[in-house]
Structure formats: C-alpha cells, structure tokens
C-alpha cells in the first residue's frame, strides 16, 4: 500500500481480508499486490495469509475512501465475466466500481519472475507516463530482454489510460544547493521563493540568485563572484559553478559552450544530482551543442530521458525539458547519422590526422573500411589469402578489393596468416590504393615477411600490377611476357587476362593489328569464363569486350566490327555508358 508519496509505504507481509479492507477504508493512493489469485467457476479470489481470500464482492463493497490505482502481480486477475445484463463481474470490475481509477492485471498464468521484471518496469516508467504508458513501456522492456509475447502482451489496463502514480506533494529538498540546481531545471517560481528563504544570510545570497535569475530569464549572468560573499558547502561551490557554467553557455556557443557543459558534467557527476543532468542536457539542446548526433551524445540524452522518469516532484515544470529532449531523440531517430569514427575502426588521433589531410591516417581508414565491406563469402572462405588477392587483380573492382582485405582479416584471425604478415599486406594495399608505385621499402617488406614461395609470387605480381597501374616506371615486354606465365602457372585468369590485355594494347599501338586482334580474342574467351562463374569480374569483361571492338574498327573491316558487335554488344554497351558517366 503506497500513501501520499511513495516514501510512504506500508508492506502488508501474509494478509489477511480485514487488513487489506482496513488499509483500502483509510485511503490509499496505490495497492499492488503480489501473491497468488485464482480463477474459477465461483469467480476470482486474492489468496491471503492464514489461509484467508478476497474476493470481488468483498472489494465491491462500500469503502470509506475510493479505490485507489491497483496493480497485480498474479495470475488471472485480468479475467473477468459478463452478466446476462451484459455487466462486467470480477476483481478489476470490483474495484472499478469502487472508484479505482485503473487496474493493472494479467489474463493469464505467469512465472512468478515475469511479474517481478514486469513490475519494475512498470513502476519505473509510472514515474513519468501515465499507466497505459507505463504498461507498454514494461511490455516493451520484456520483449526487448527475449520474453515470449504472451508472457508480456497479457498485461492489460482496465479503467482510465490517462490514470498516474505520480504524487503531487512530495517535499521539496531543503538544502540550498539542491533547490538552486531544481530551480535551474524547472525554473519554477515556487521553487525560487523556496530557494530565497533556505539561503544563508549574507552577501552570497544576492549573487546566488542573480545568476538563478539570469538562467530562468535568459539573461546574461554577472561576471565574477560576490564581494565579500562565502559559500558555506563544498556543494554549494559546486552547485553554483555549475549554475554559472549553464547561464554562460547560453551566450557562448559553438566549442566555448560544450566546454562549459562538460565542466558542469563533471560536477554532475560529483554531486549525482538528476535535475542537474537534466538542465545541462536542456541548455545544451537549446544553445546548440547537443543538436547533432553521435554515440556519447545519444547516451547522455537518453540518461536525462531516463532520470526524468524518477523526478515526480515536479512533473509538470520539468515539461518543457522533457518536450526538448524528446523533440531530439525523435529528431535522431529520423536521420541516418555516420558515425564515421566508429565505422572506420580507428581512435581519435588517427580520425583528427585524416582529416587534417594525413595521407597515411586515411589510407589507415580506407584499410578498415574495405574489411567491414568484405563478403560473407570471403570472410568465411578456406581459401588462402593470395587467391583473394589474384582475384582483386584480376577484376579490380571495389568488391573485389574489399573481399581480400577481408579475406586477410579473417585469416589473422584463423592463424592461417600471422599479424606480422597481416599488418605488411595491409601496408601493402594501403600504398597501393593512394597515388603513386609502392615505396621500395614496403615492396621488400611484403617480398621477405613471408617464407611460402606461392605468397612471395604472389607480392611479386602485387608489385608488377602496382609498376603497370601507377605507370611511375615502364614495365618492359619481357617483364610483362613473364607474368603472364606466372599468373597462368597460379591458375590466376584474371589477371592473365589484365596482362594480355597490356600485351595487345602495346601490339595495337605498334601498328600490329592482328596480334592485338588475336590477344584480345584470347582475354574475351578467359573472362569469358571468369564471368560464368563470378560476376566480380563483369567490368574487366565490358572492358575486354570493348578493346576487341576498338580493334576491329581499326582495322577498318565492317564485317569484322558487325561480328564483335553482334557477339558482344551489350559489354561493349555498357563499357562506354558507364566510360560517359565517368
């Protein structure tokens, strides 16, 4: 049985009918009871102690005072029956009809620990909801924690859904310091009369509340402290450092402001106060800093929205906050927010650094973003890195990228690949991503960290690929004859494919056209296959495709040219589409 406040509570431990009666005639403000209730053909009866019930028409009966808000943490109170008139009979009938303003019941059988969890999250969210509120904010703490529907959809409200809990004249704190940090966050002029008399006697107590003052009215604070003026607390220093710190940040703004607000935090959390957190989350929203979000921002609004349910001192001052911050929450909660930090994988300085321009700090973050954009296929594959590796280089596409530096990843992880090794080939693709060849000391790390000659052959054609593609150095015929065979000696068609592609680009160039012809015909046929079996490499197939056209129309056969074109019309079409739209 809970009183005027919840500070009043009285525990009736075993029952009987006559205490229960007894309490509900003298007035309560709330009953929840938890114990066990039946429900049969005779009606619904509350089982007591000493082997005594209550049942509906018991409850029914005239009481000295209403009924107050009830709430049952039993089984099948929340049945009830019609009458042949059509009226409703059982307990949360009975008690209705005593002037109970709602009930809180369930319409089935319960384990006893789903109403114990049910209870605390409803009693928790009543602190600052209305019981319809607060009974679908408990059912969705249940279903979110892995409770089945059933056990948290039969909780129902019978009666007024707008029915509260919440008291309405708790006392106030008494000390000044509390009242200062309530008056800021309700700015209530109750609470400033309040705070005018609980203040010591003496010059402090003008300069307190000039700056109380200048907070409720938006003006700006006086600067410095009272002449003269003593606090008589370490909390009351503490309380009007903060006080100051929030009229100032008002005016302040931009970076000024947030290094106020986090020097008020920091006294929040000294003195524990939750209308001190709730004023500081207030002005932040309004003077701008909380407006966007990220990670620490969204926890510390969503404490305030949570403190605020345990404030029921003054619930309805404290309403312009609880709009503000749900206005921002519901703002989040429409905006897809990049937390670009958290996605990259890196800490603060490295973030700063990248976007600051460091080369080396972003290509960090490019590293970490291509693993979290790897395939599932990748990340779970037994395949060793260096196939994930020709792969890239054979089709050069994003994906293919991302897959092996996923692929990598997930072999550190295996053990397959040791952190040494993984930490060179991430180096390796770092420098090969930005502009530029490979820097000589980073090719001969990548050449010496590994002792299988299958994962130095393949660095060497990494590093030949890099030579070809940064275009800082020519890479001479016989250089490019030998990684052809190389790569066909890896079973790596796809980069065979590339490197052929080099070879009659070059035969094109010389003039001889039959060469180029025969060559590009042979990359058509390999990615040909590539393709059929791994569409990565579509676009090295549009590009094949559309160098075969570019050599039949040099040679000026039109029959040639309607042959490709008839062959490989829709990757030559899709080759210059997309060229355009580059």
């Known amino acids: 049985m809970v009183g005027k406040s919840f500070a009043d509570v009285t525990a009736l431990i075993a029952p009987t009918a006559e205490h229960v009666l007894e309490a509900l005639d003298r007035g309560v403000d709330l009953m929840h009871f938890v114990g066990h209730s039946v429900a049969d053909h005779t009606g619904e009866h509350l089982i007591l102690g000493e082997g005594s019930t209550l049942s509906a028409i018991e409850l029914a009966g005239a009481r000295g005072a209403p009924a107050p808000v009830c709430v049952f943490s039993s089984c099948l109170i929340g049945l009830h029956r019609q009458t042949r008139t059509g009226q409703a009979r059982g307990i949360a ?59 948290w959809a039969c909780f129902v409200v019978f009666g007024r859904h707008d029915a509260s809990l919440l008291a309405t004249d708790e006392p106030l704190a008494r000390r000044w310091p509390a009242l200062l940090i309530r008056y800021a966050a309700t700015r209530d002029s109750s609470i400033r ?22 907070l409720l009215d938006r003006a700006r604070p006086p600067k410095g402290k009272a002449s003269g003026a003593t606090v008589d607390s370490v909390e009351g220093g503490l309380a009007l450092e903060a006080i100051r710190d929030l009229s100032e940040a008002i005016y302040a703004g931009g970076n000024a402001a947030a290094d106020l607000l986090r020097r008020a935090l920091l006294i929040c959390k000294v003195l524990q106060d939750s209308y001190l957190l709730v004023a500081i989350v207030e002005t932040g929203i309004r003077c701008g800093v909380l407006q966007s979000e990220d ?25 312009s906050a609880r709009r503000a911050i749900a ?68 089709a050069d596409g994003h994906q293919a990228w991302a897959d092996f530096c996923g692929a990598v990843q997930a072999a550190e992880r295996r053990g397959t690949v040791s952190a040494d090794e993984a930490r060179v080939l991430g180096l390796l693709y770092q420098r090969f991503a930005g502009p530029g060849e490979i820097e000589p000391e980073h090719a001969e790390s990548g050449r010496q960290i590994f002792a299988d000659p299958d994962d ?16 800082e150095r020519p890479v001479e015929d016989d250089e490019l004859g030998r990684g052809v065979a190389t790569a066909r000696a890896a079973s790596a068609d796809g980069l065979v494919a590339f490197l052929l592609l080099q070879q009659g680009n070059r035969a094109m160039e010389q003039g001889d056209l039959h060469t ?48 490709v074109r008839a062959a490989y019309g829709p990757q030559i079409d899709a080759y210059f589409a997309q060229a355009a739209g580059d």
């Open 516 to 563: 180029a012809f025969t060559v590009a015909q042979d990359v058509v046929a390999l990615l040909s296959r590539a393709v059929a079996g791994d569409p990565v490499y579509d676009d090295r197939f549009n590009v094949a495709a559309a160098f075969l056209y570019s050599v039949a129309a040099r040679s000026g056969d039109r029959r040639l040219v309607a042959q």
């Open 93 to 151: 009938a009975a008690l209705l009809d005593a002037g109970s303003p709602a009930v809180i019941a369930s319409t089935v059988r319960l384990p006893d620990t789903v109403g114990h969890d049910f209870a605390l999250a409803f009693h928790f969210a009543a602190r600052s909801q209305s019981v319809a509120e607060a009974v679908r904010a408990a059912r969705r703490n249940l279903a979110q924690r892995g409770f089945h529907p059933v056990t």
């Open 193 to 214: 009369a309040q705070l005018e008399s609980a203040l010591p006697v003496g010059p402090a107590r003008s300069w307190i509340t000039q700056h109380a003052d200048a």
């Open 327 to 394: 206005e921002t929450l519901h703002g989040w909660g429409r905006t897809i927010t990049s937390h670009v930090q958290e996605l990259a994988g890196v800490d603060d300085a490295v973030l700063l650094a990248a976007d600051s321009g460091d080369r080396n700090a972003q290509k960090e973050m490019l590293w970490n973003l291509m693993n979290r954009a790897a395939s599932y296929d990748a990340i779970t594959s037994e395949l060793p890195w260096r196939s994930w590796l020709y792969r890239a280089l054979g």
């Open 295 to 319: 990670r620490e921002r969204r926890a510390l609004v969503e404490l305030a929205a949570s403190r605020l349910g345990w404030l029921t001192r003054s619930v309805a001052a404290l309403d």
């Open 456 to 471: 130095r052959v393949a660095v060497e054609m990494l590093l030949l690929y890099d030579r070809i593609t940064s275009q």
